[in-house]
């Protein structure tokens, strides 16, 4: 049935869903790679569609900025409408020195400053770590398209403009790979509800060397990361 944020009814999702930050990036990537594209919800804007993938059903949908926007969403989709693999595919600033724009990241566990996994664990400490078989499907996909891909830890951020000086360094000296505002969230949702999640991130800029890519770049190589993650998505 639908829910506080989703119009939609059971069976409208497919099990496997991609969730870009931005909708209107939801509605670039199914109408670019999907056929057969029906728009599954449209409340607040946050618009998710399913359609085909080279035979396979798929959905795409929007999961807002931040771990409370994309852990509502995650959750709703998880028990109410019956999704069992999440993928987040997004941007991230980058932190490793032989990092550059551009590059993709897989985020195989993802620290963060957010309290939400604390809250989860009662008060105790949470791996956040990415499913193995969504994990391994999408470096496998990568391997077979020539894409070459960097696996490791990421920083979910509860804020874009942090007033922690130094926290940067620290986070490159922990061996983080990259800085993004979802990842740990998704995880947790993940874990707490009995789903699959991973994360896979476009560099759009390095924040320790101040270098950024142009838009028309971001979109070449978003693309790029989409086809790898679809093409993953499909054998699972």
């Not at 949702?189 to 991130?201: K, Q, R």
Request: proline share 3%; glycine share 8%; hydrophobic share 45%.
């Amino acid at each position: 049935m639908a829910t506080p944020h989703i119009k939609a009814e059971l069976g409208d999702f497919a099990e496997t869903v991609l969730m870009p930050g931005d909708p209107l990036r939801a509605q670039h990537i199914a109408e670019t790679f999907l056929s057969n594209v029906v728009r599954v919800n449209d409340v607040r804007n946050m618009f998710a569609f399913t359609g085909d993938y080279k035979g396979q059903r798929l959905s795409i949908m929007g999961s807002g900025m931040g771990i409370p926007s994309i852990s509502i969403y995650a959750k709703e989709l998880i028990t109410e409408l019956g999704v069992k693999n999440l993928i987040r595919v997004g941007t991230c600033g980058a932190l490793a020195d032989d990092i550059q724009l551009r590059d993709v990241i897989v985020a195989m566990g993802a620290s963060t400053d957010s309290g939400v996994n604390r809250a989860r664990l009662q008060g105790y400490d949470f791996s956040a770590i990415a499913s193995y078989p969504l994990l391994e499907a999408t470096v496998n996909a990568a391997r077979q398209a020539n894409i070459a891909v960097r696996v490791g830890n990421v920083f979910s951020a509860d804020l874009f403009y942090t007033p922690v000086d130094g926290i940067m360094t620290t986070l490159a000296g922990m061996g983080i790979l990259a800085v993004e505002m979802e990842t740990a969230g998704l995880y947790g949702v993940a874990a707490e509800y009995g789903a699959n999640a991973l994360a896979v991130l476009t560099v759009s800029d390095h924040i320790l060397r101040g270098e950024a890519a142009s838009a028309d770049e971001r979109q070449n190589t978003f693309n790029d990361m989409i086809e790898i993650t679809l093409n993953a998505a499909i054998t699972l």
